[in-house]
Every structure is written in structure tokens, then in C-alpha cells.
């Protein structure tokens, strides 16, 4: 907090003592749109004033230039667009009419623009946008980054509102937040493409004069991404290239031009990471290439056709990258392994730091000494696979350095067809977005005919990565390829556009492990009960309490096909500008997987634990490594069979929205959308469910189409379909006084794709699957090598179901916006609040286990998902903006928020399983992502040295040599994330099938310490293991992480020349400061 106070005060005076002069103006806005050195035909572009809302609207011609007239002075918010191309948004101020603003953008493909995120593993193929991915804010930039990213299955079939104002997809959604104008500062070797132009311009002269542009030189150079540089666009996307070429006389646009890059990154100049365990740190060698080639123009062959309305662009992209990976383990000594624990003492709890107690299991009294006479043979094969200890101590004691290979081919091909030509004119105001994205427009006029666009676009990608684990034996290969084709048509019908889409997408994906089909591990240490296919073969997985558990890749093989149809309508009239439309999305996804197939272990110490009169297991005794030795596990699982499984789905949405400009300082946006999804269905019915009793006294499998004993007939997803779907969207910008515009909304979304990770759930389970979960007893004693016994025919091995009345969630977000121009300071300053509130959010319960074991008899263990749960958050946020004046730009923002949820996840990953599912009162809490105090700040200094500068402007040399550096930076400060004091390893808890779902007890100890460490932030004393047969009392997510903070800085030079080529010469560090 101190830190957080100190640089919030740093930052204030920054912004006061760094007003002085006013800034040279700008005027009329112009520009070149391209995708590397291609120019984009037929791309919108569209100028928002920030203050009216007005909008003026053009498109590029053939050479991918164009100009907007501008009515009057003020901030303006530039956004090209094209379809299959991430829009870019670039922001100017234009303070003096008669002059000229260079606005040039460099859009990437929707491919090139992308971001790997694995997501959630089990979405299938059925992915939508997710209410509880929603963060508490999201601007119209950060949508669009999002929309930007991904893999080739949703580079053009996102089901995703568009943002307010693209011009390549319906723009039904209302823009409820202002774009936060925050820099990013990658990690990349990037460059500012404007930046350049200008310094060229200022050297060399402007843009050409509008009848001299058919000679006019083209800005070339490939694309960057988060840049250091002013107004990175579509949050944070920094645009660029590495050079500009082109000759001032005789340039012919007919000619193709093309490009080539290379980007190379090395580990040599990084410092050592900080050092989490107090050892010496290595650094660890990793090199990246990254290299582009594009070719582009217009399409001709030499006597064969000569099509200049239809051009062309060939890219290709290839990566090969050798990436860190540094991780640490906690691993068993050398004594240890041979089965002598006495040296080894407890860890945690009341008895930390007293020998360890073990029991020989067949007669429950202590083994002599501490050592095992015996090593159970299936746990000596295993053993092979736990590294041995490469660090001294009994903690983090296996550190494993290594690099991960990864390779990438980007194939991409685009064909664009303009039937007329777009020439320069005045922009047409037209109705847009909402908020700063526009307002609408008063009226539409037009110049002339606009022209029909019709374009097709075809990608080919190809990626293998190499999958690491923290043990060096551990490790596995992912191979994704993929195909996407588009086929886009813009037409306009009088005064109506019709923007039609239609795409197709395949993608497959292949993962497997170093075993599979070469050595059947398991087979080799006589595990029995488990998968003997060859696709499955590999380590069986091991879960301890002390020990960093042995977890393997798990194979998989899918193929996810995707057919979407889009059409929308943009048809403006008087003060309105209505928009309606729809698209249907066709998803089948086929996988073949098996999702334990080796079998799970768990060691407690149960097994070697002293025994009370009951013969229960004694906490605090035995110990977990001495249970693997001996072969003795507490809790088994397995599942596996079923061959390949076929998923359907198909969702489709219409929307409507009108942009109605009251007046000229009062906006409305109002809208209207209905979406649904299918639950997804089993093409050969293979799914399976459960049938539950009032109040879970009993339970029984459910097939699809088929009538379960106590709730009816089940449907073929096997969940009711969710129809009422309904999301309205309204908005509101009024222009209070002339420096004053306070910006409101609401909308509301729906996570219509949560099916798809149901639905493999649901799959994969008895008949059609192997599946158990066993828990040791005296009925039912479990080993390593017979850890899956026969069981009675009428028992329920279903480890999953789902409440068939199952509803989508969604999120109500609200907003607030008001912002202040104070032009004497050359300062923006908005006070923002944001609220949210999710509804019908997923937990994950476990109702047939009791504080102490199973209620249900003939019933194992299994997870339940519902839909009960819900969150609410709010947030508050200042930001500052002081525009680019006397070599001088910065801006940041502040914000304070809390969010507060019960729900198992947000976000759409992972899950915990509620403690008690009787009480899901007391899974209330902060939201696992929830940060009080964040404070994000950037900044761009051009240097005052040597010519045209304040210094040493006219000595010999040195005004050459320092002049033209720009020093730039930006810094994040953060409070922790909050964690849950949960306990590992209870005998009680596993009893009930469960491991890591019991939290602890409160001693009413403060966990506050006076001097935190990464090593020990928190009081341990603050809490104790509760009573055997007890729920803990403490609540979720009590305990506060240690704060983050990150610096980052980058020095810079462009040397223009001329022809219009450069050079940048520049220097980069992320965490300069190296902090963890």
C-alpha cells in the first residue's frame, strides 16, 4: 500500500509539473491502410468525434489511401477495418482545421494478430463468449483484442459481439466503456510506424497533395504487436514496421510488392530470474526466430489478365522458438527412497518439526528406526520416474532447466475484389458504436455510388509444440493443423449495406506423451484394472502431500469442423442509424481420448498411520512417501474406453440496434440481442447423466431420449435447452458542457458456450466407459498393482452429472463515465465506475459425501455441476491523460475494486468442489482474481538533445548523434491475489473421494506478518487442521498474496532517409528491476 501511495503522488505531480505549452495542432486526417507492404483496397475507415459523437465514414481505394475531411476541430478516435483483418483504433487532436493529421495503419490478419491461449481444455469445439470471462471492466480496445486472438478454429467464426464500429461484422453490440488510452509495452522487438512517417514528413515534406498521390510513396514494413510506442491499437496493439521504402517519383501502384523479415531473440543479454528458493539463480538459454514473407498487388499475369480492381496478398509466417522453462520440485532424499525416513520430519501443523511417525500397516505398530524392511515392486518401477534431488534441503529440492521447442507455419492467402472505385471525398457521418467508439450520425450523405466488395480468404496453419512437465521423464509433443476459408460480400442496396459472410473451419489437434505406443509403463509394473491400449500407455499419475506429484500427458486426438453463415444490415435515416442481423454457426467436434486411462493414486499416509480403536487412521501420523513405498494407496481412480466420441451442436443469435442522435450533444444507443445454443448432443448417444431423488438420497444413470426413475424422460443433450435468451443493450453519451461527456450503459451477456465442456463430461462414463473411484477399506483393501477390484454390478461408478435443469449463465454490467478535458494543461482526466453482476454462474458440489465419508451407499464418488451460483463486483477508476507536448507523453490509471463470488470458477477454468454442498452459503468470498489496487502508468520522453532540441543543438556531432532518442516505459503496481487455506491430504477428506476441498480451521491469529517474504507471507499459526469429521470455518479466499510490481523501459532512434527507408536503433528491458 505505501508503495501503491508513493507512486500515486509521483504520478500527480509528473501530470502538474508537466503542463506547460500548448500542443501544435493537427488538422484534416489522412492516411494509408496495408497489411505489411500490400495496401488494402475497400477498408473502412472511420473518424468519431470524442466529444459530439459525430461519425464520418470512408473507405481506401486501390492503393490504400485515404482522406477525411473533418468539420471541425476536437479529439477524434480513427478505427480502419476490414473483414478477416483485426481492426486497428488510432486516436488524434486536432486543434487547427487548415491542417493535416498522418493517421497510417497496418492491419494484421486475424491469424497474425493471434495470442495462443489454451483456455479451458474441454470446451470442444463450442465456444462462445463467456459471462464469467467477463472482467470487471472491458473497453471497447480490450473487446477488441479479444476478438483478435485465438487459434484458426475462431479467427472468423467467433460467435463474440462485434465492437461498436467495425465495419467487417454487424455492429449490434453497444460499446458501454470509454477505450482506456493505456500503452502497452511488449516484450517484442516493435516499432512505432507513425513515428516514423512523421520524422520522415519533418525532414523530407508531407503526404503528396491529393492529385499527386497516384506517385506517392508507400509506407512498407511488417506489422508489430504491444509496442512501446504512442497509442498502441485494439488494446494495446502497437502498430509498425522495420522499415518504410518506396521512390518520391514514379512509383507504379500496379506493380506487386513484397516483404521480408526476420526477428531474432536470444538469451544473452537477460539477467538471472529472482530467486524464489535463495539459491543462485540460472539463467536459462532459450533463442526465437520469427520470420515473414508477403507478396501483394493487383491480381495480373503477364498476357494472360490484367484485373486491377482485384487484388491480391500471399503471406507466410514461420516460427521456430526455443522458450525458458525453469521449475522447481519438491522431491524425496536419497535416504528417503531407499525407505529410511529417519531423518525426515513433519512439515506442518501442531507436530512441524518432530520426526515423522509411520506404522507398519499389518500389525499398526512403529517400523524400527523409521525404515521399511520392504519396497512394494510396482512402486520400485515407478520410482524410476521421480527425479532425485539436484538441490540440498527437503523442499523444492529438484530444479529442472531446459528449453521447449516450438514451431510454427502460417500459410495465408486473400483474394479482394472492388467493383468501383473509391476515390477521396468527404467522410459520410454515419451511426456507429457507442460511447467514445461514436454516437451516431445525424445523416448519411454519399459521394457517389459506394462500391461492392466481395473477398475471399483462405488460411493454412500448422504448429507443434513440445509439452514439459517439471520431472525431465515426464514430457509430450502437441501438433495442431488447420484450415480456414471466408468468403465475404459488402453490398449496398440505396441507402441499406448488407455485409454477408460465410466460412468454413477445420482444425485437428494431436497430443501424446513420450510412451504412447512405445512402452507400457504401467504394463511393466503390474498395475492392473487399466487401459492396455497402445494409444494410452504411459505413466500412471501419483498425487502426494509432501511431494511434488508425477503427472503425465494424456493423449488425445481432435477434429473440430465449423460452417458459419453471417449477414448484417446497416441502413441509416434521419437521426437514426438501425442495424439488425444474425449469423447460425453448424459445430461438430470428434474426439478419441481417454481421460485416466493409467489410473490415479493418492498417498496420504492413512496407510501407514497409527489406527484408534475403530482401526480410523490417526491424523498427523504416517507419513505419504512411506505409503507409495509400500504400494498402499487411499484413493484410486481410472477411467478409459469408449473409442472415438461425436459431438453436434449448432447456436445461432439475431440482433437489432439503433443509434439515435437526439441532438447534436445527446446520444442513445439501444439494442436488442436473442442468442441460443443446443446442448450438445453424442451422435450415437453415448452420453450419460444422472438421475437424482429429492434431497440426493439416491441416484441413477440417465441416457439420452430415455426416461430417468425420478425426473422423466431425458433430452438427447441430456440438459433442458435454455430459450430465453434475451440481452439488451443501452447507452447513452451526452456532451455536458464543451469539455465535458458523461458516458452511461448497460448490457448484459451470455456464456452460451459452457455446453461444449459438459458435454465431454457427460461422456466417457459406465456403460461406455471404464470409470471408478475407489477408497481403501477393510472390505475393499487397495494397492498399486490391484488398485481396481471387480465391483457388484448394481453399483454406480459415475464420477460426474449435471443438473439437467442446467441454465447459461450470464453477466449485467453497468457503467458510468464522465469525463473532463482541461485543454490549458493539455490533460484528460475520466472518473469511471463499472459494476457487474454474474448470475447462474457453475459450482461444482459433491452431495454424495458427508463431513466424514459417502451418504449414499452403492453410490461412488462423484461431482455435480449446477448452475447456482452468482457474483457481484464493482470498481472504481481514475485516468489521467496528458497528450504528447514539449517531447513529453503520459498517462495512467488508478483503480479500486472488489469482487465477490461463490462460485467454483470464473473465468471458465479450472474448479474447486464446493466444501459442503448443503452449504454453499459458506463458499461466499473474493473472487480468485480479485485485486484491490491496481495502478498502471506508461510514459514516452523525446529527449531534448541535439538538433531542433533545447541541448547541444548546435554542437558539432554530438547534435547529430543524440538527436531523435525517445525514452519510453510503462509500470504496473498491483495488490496480491487472495488463496484459500485449504488442507492436503486429510484422511477424512479423501474418505469422501475428495482431496484439497477441506479448508482450515481459524485460530483467531492475525495471518498478518510485519515483514512478508516470497518465502512465508502469511502467519501459518493462523490456522489448524479441524476435527476429524468437521468442516473447516474458514471462508474462501481469507488470505492476501504478496503484491506485484512490474517496470518496464525502451530507448530508442528512428534515422529516416530520404527515399522514405529507416532505421531504428533501440533497447528494451521488461522488469528491469527483476522482481518476482
Not at 532447466?401 to 514451431?407: C, D, E, R, S
Not at 483393501?781 to 465391483?791: A, E, I, R, S, V
Request: charge should be positive.
Amino acid at each position: 500500500m505505501r508503495s501503491l501511495f508513493i507512486a500515486a503522488l509521483i504520478l500527480m505531480d509528473i501530470f502538474v509539473l508537466a503542463a506547460m505549452q500548448k500542443p501544435e495542432g493537427d488538422g484534416f486526417i489522412q492516411g494509408i491502410v496495408q497489411s505489411g507492404n500490400t495496401p488494402i483496397p475497400g477498408a473502412t475507415v472511420t473518424a468519431t468525434h470524442a466529444v459530439t459523437g459525430e461519425k464520418l465514414v470512408t473507405s481506401t481505394d486501390l492503393r490504400g489511401q485515404y482522406q477525411i475531411k473533418l468539420p471541425g476541430v476536437g479529439a477524434y478516435i480513427v478505427e480502419a477495418s476490414m473483414a478477416a483483418f483485426a481492426p486497428a483504433i488510432k486516436e488524434t487532436d486536432i486543434k487547427d482545421v487548415s491542417s493535416t493529421a498522418r493517421l497510417d495503419f497496418d492491419l494484421m490478419l486475424l491469424s497474425r494478430s493471434q495470442q495462443t491461449s489454451s483456455g479451458r481444455p474441454d470446451t470442444l469445439g463450442f465456444r462462445g463468449r463467456g459471462a464469467q470471462a467477463l472482467p470487471a471492466r472491458e473497453t471497447a480496445s480490450e473487446a477488441s483484442a479479444q476478438q483478435a486472438s485465438g487459434d484458426v478454429t475462431e479467427q472468423l467464426n467467433s460467435t463474440d459481439l462485434p465492437v461498436a464500429g467495425t465495419a467487417d461484422a454487424p455492429t449490434e453490440s453497444v460499446a458501454v466503456l470509454g477505450n482506456t488510452a493505456e500503452t502497452t509495452f511488449g516484450n517484442n522487438f516493435d516499432f512505432d510506424r507513425e513515428r516514423i512517417q512523421r520524422i520522415i514528413d519533418e525532414r523530407f515534406g508531407g503526404f503528396p497533395p491529393q492529385e499527386a498521390q497516384a506517385n506517392a510513396p508507400a509506407l512498407i514494413g511488417p506489422g508489430g504487436r504491444g509496442g512501446g510506442g504512442p497509442r498502441g491499437g485494439g488494446g494495446g496493439r502497437g502498430d509498425g514496421g522495420f522499415f518504410a521504402i518506396g521512390g518520391r517519383g514514379g512509383f507504379n501502384v500496379n506493380r506487386p510488392r513484397g516483404n521480408i523479415s526476420y526477428t531474432g531473440g536470444d538469451s544473452a543479454l537477460d539477467a538471472a530470474p529472482y530467486s524464489l528458493t535463495g539459491q543462485p539463480a540460472v539463467k536459462p538459454a532459450y533463442n526465437q526466430n520469427r520470420l515473414s514473407a508477403s507478396i501483394g498487388g493487383p491480381f495480373k499475369i503477364p498476357k494472360l489478365v490484367s484485373l486491377t480492381n482485384t487484388n491480391y496478398i500471399f503471406t507466410y509466417n514461420a516460427t521456430r522458438l526455443r522458450s525458458p522453462y525453469d521449475a522447481f520440485s519438491t522431491v524425496p532424499t536419497l535416504a528417503e527412497r531407499r525407505g529410511d525416513f529417519s531423518q525426515t520430519l513433519i512439515r506442518s501443523g501442531a507436530g512441524a518439526g518432530d520426526p515423522v511417525r509411520i506404522f507398519d500397516p499389518g500389525t499398526h505398530v512403529p517400523f524400527p528406526d523409521n525404515r521399511l524392511p520392504r519396497i512394494d515392486p510396482a512402486a520400485a518401477s515407478l520410482l524410476a520416474f521421480i527425479p532425485e534431488a539436484n538441490l540440498p534441503g527437503d523442499v523444492q529440492n529438484f530444479h529442472y532447466l531446459t528449453a521447449v521447442t516450438n514451431k510454427s507455419d502460417d500459410i495465408n492467402v486473400r483474394l479482394n475484389h472492388t467493383f468501383g472505385e473509391s476515390g477521396f471525398g468527404q467522410g459520410t457521418p454515419a451511426g456507429g458504436g457507442f460511447g467514445r467508439r461514436g454516437g451516431g450520425g445525424a445523416r448519411r450523405r454519399r459521394q457517389g455510388p459506394q462500391p461492392t466488395n466481395l473477398n475471399f480468404g483462405l488460411q493454412y496453419r500448422n504448429s507443434e509444440n513440445r509439452l514439459t512437465n517439471p520431472f525431465p521423464g515426464v514430457g509430450g509433443t502437441n501438433t495442431t493443423n488447420g484450415l480456414n476459408t471466408t468468403i465475404g460480400l459488402v453490398h449496398s442496396f440505396g441507402t441499406i449495406t448488407d455485409n454477408l459472410r460465410v466460412n468454413y473451419n477445420i482444425n485437428r489437434t494431436t497430443s501424446t506423451n513420450l510412451y504412447a505406443f512405445q512402452q507400457d509403463v504401467a504394463g511393466a509394473a503390474g498395475i492392473t484394472g487399466v487401459s492396455r491400449s497402445a494409444f494410452d500407455w504411459g505413466i500412471p499419475n501419483l498425487a502426494f502431500t509432501n511431494f511434488t506429484g508425477l503427472n503425465d500427458i494424456r493423449p488425445s486426438t481432435r477434429r473440430d469442423r465449423t460452417v458459419q453463415i453471417q449477414n448484417g444490415f446497416i441502413w441509416s435515416r434521419g437521426r437514426h442509424a438501425l442495424r439488425w442481423g444474425g449469423d447460425f454457426r453448424w459445430i461438430q467436434s470428434n474426439l478419441q481420448t481417454d481421460q485416466n486411462a493409467r489410473g490415479s493414486f493418492t498417498f496420504t499416509g492413512a496407510r501407514t498411520a497409527a489406527v484408534n480403536q475403530g482401526l480410523s487412521p490417526v491424523e498427523g501420523t504416517g507419513y505419504d512417501f512411506t505409503d507409495f513405498l509400500l504400494g498402499l494407496p487411499q484413493l484410486t481412480s481410472i477411467q478409459y474406453g469408449g473409442g472415438k466420441y461425436y459431438f453436434r451442436g449448432t447456436s445461432w443469435d439475431l440482433f437489432v440496434q439503433d443509434d439515435w442522435r437526439v441532438r447534436g450533444n445527446l446520444t442513445f444507443n439501444l439494442g436488442l440481442r436473442y442468442e441460443y445454443a443446443s446442448p450438445v448432443r453424442e451422435l450415437n448417444n453415448r452420453m450419460v447423466n444422472l438421475d437424482v431423488a429429492p434431497g440426493f438420497t439416491a441416484v441413477v444413470p440417465a441416457f439420452p431420449g430415455q426416461a430417468g426413475l425420478f425426473t422423466g424422460i431425458f433430452p438427447v443433450g441430456l440438459l433442458q435447452p435454455d430459450r430465453n435468451n434475451f440481452a439488451p443493450r443501452v447507452g447513452i453519451a451526452w456532451r455536458v458542457t464543451n469539455r465535458s461527456i458523461l458516458r452511461a450503459g448497460y448490457g448484459l451477456n451470455y456464456n452460451t458456450g459452457a455446453y461444449g465442456s459438459l458435454a465431454q463430461q457427460l461422456a466417457f462414463q459406465p456403460p461406455f466407459s471404464v470409470t471408478q473411484t475407489n477408497i481403501n477399506s477393510g472390505l475393499q483393501p487397495l494397492t498399486l498393482q490391484n488398485g481396481f477390484p471387480t465391483l457388484p454390478p448394481e453399483t454406480v461408478t459415475n464420477n460426474f452429472g449435471v443438473n439437467r435443469d442446467y441454465r447459461i449463465g450470464y453477466v449485467q454490467i453497468w457503467n458510468l463515465d464522465v469525463q473532463r478535458e482541461f485543454r490549458s494543461a493539455n490533460l484528460t482526466l475520466n472518473l469511471d465506475y463499472t459494476g457487474t453482476k454474474g448470475t447462474h454462474l457453475d459450482v461444482i458440489e459433491a452431495p454424495n459425501r458427508t463431513a466424514t465419508g459417502l451418504r449414499i451407499p452403492g453410490v461412488q464418488p462423484f461431482n455435480w455441476e449446477t448452475s447456482e451460483a452468482n457474483s457481484t463486483a464493482h470498481s472504481g477508476t481514475i485516468r489521467v491523460r496528458r497528450r504528447l507536448q514539449g517531447g513529453f507523453q503520459m498517462g495512467g490509471s488508478y483503480t479500486f475494486s472488489k469482487s465477490i463470488d461463490n462460485a467454483s470458477s470464473i473465468g471458465g477454468t479450472g474448479g474447486t468442489v464446493a466444501q459442503n454442498a448443503f452449504d454453499l452459503a459458506a463458499e461466499r468470498g473474493l473472487s480468485n482474481f480479485d485485486q484491490s489496487h491496481r495502478l498502471n502508468d506508461d510514459y514516452i520522453w523525446e529527449l531534448p538533445f541535439g538538433r531542433e532540441r533545447r541541448f547541444l543543438a548546435n554542437v558539432p556531432y554530438f547534435a547529430g548523434v543524440l538527436a531523435g532518442w525517445q525514452w519510453s516505459g510503462t509500470w504496473s503496481l498491483a495488490s496480491g491475489l487472495p488463496f484459500t487455506a485449504r488442507v492436503l491430504g486429510s484422511f477424512t477428506d479423501v474418505n469422501r473421494g475428495t482431496n484439497g476441498t477441506l479448508r482450515a480451521n481459524a485460530t483467531g491469529i492475525s495471518p498478518d506478518i510485519a515483514d512478508p517474504t516470497v518465502a512465508q507471507w502469511f502467519n501459518t499459526a493462523a490456522f489448524v487442521v479441524p476435527l476429524a469429521g468437521q468442516f473447516g470455518d474458514v471462508g474462501r479466499n481469507t488470505l492476501r498474496g504478496p503484491s506485484t510490481s512490474v517496470f518496464g523501459m525502451a530507448l530508442s532512434k528512428i534515422m529516416p532517409f530520404a527515399d522514405g527507408r529507416s532505421i531504428e536503433l533501440r533497447a528494451q528491458a521488461s522488469n528491469i528491476f527483476n522482481t518476482p
